[in-house]
């Protein structure tokens, strides 16, 4: 005996279209924190008192005019992030493809002055956003089912 279910709501609820939706959105809700900048704090930098090498690069770069004393944010790090989807858009992808990305926002290559600073890990934004992120899918899904 061969049991066969068809029909037009079946292959909607096949095509999850909801559940990828939220996928998608959720990616984009994550990067959307990852881009959060935390409350600019002037501190001094000691190599520039105890390192030759730093406090003349420091120098020469501000002669030239390449940086500026305040610092000012050029938002570059945030405004790189992206989202892609895989996996026939169940799975979403953040990413950032500047050259000290790593250094400011990665669990792995952050430094200890851009942790102090407030600046937000992938790691910790997944850990702490996660419930939120499984619950708008899990609803999603349910919609999809429930039509």
Not at 4 to 31: H, N, T, W
């Amino acid at each position: 005996m061969a049991i066969r279910v068809e029909g037009a709501r079946l292959d909607r609820i096949q095509q999850l279209r909801k559940v990828k939706s939220a996928v998608k959105l959720s990616g984009y809700m994550l990067s959307g924190k990852m881009k959060e900048y935390p409350p600019q704090a002037h501190i001094p930098n000691p190599l520039i008192k105890s390192n030759e090498r730093v406090r003349k690069g420091f120098f020469a770069r501000l002669r030239k005019g390449e940086i500026g004393v305040p610092y000012s944010r050029t938002r570059k790090l945030g405004n790189s992030w992206t989202v892609r989807t895989r996996n026939s858009g169940l799975t979403a992808i953040i990413g950032n493809n500047t050259s000290y990305g790593q250094l400011v926002q990665s669990p792995e290559g952050q430094t200890r002055a851009h942790g102090q600073a407030g600046w937000i890990t992938t790691a910790k934004a997944e850990e702490t956003y996660r419930s939120e992120i499984v619950d708008y899918i899990r609803d999603a899904l349910i919609q999809e089912v429930e039509g």
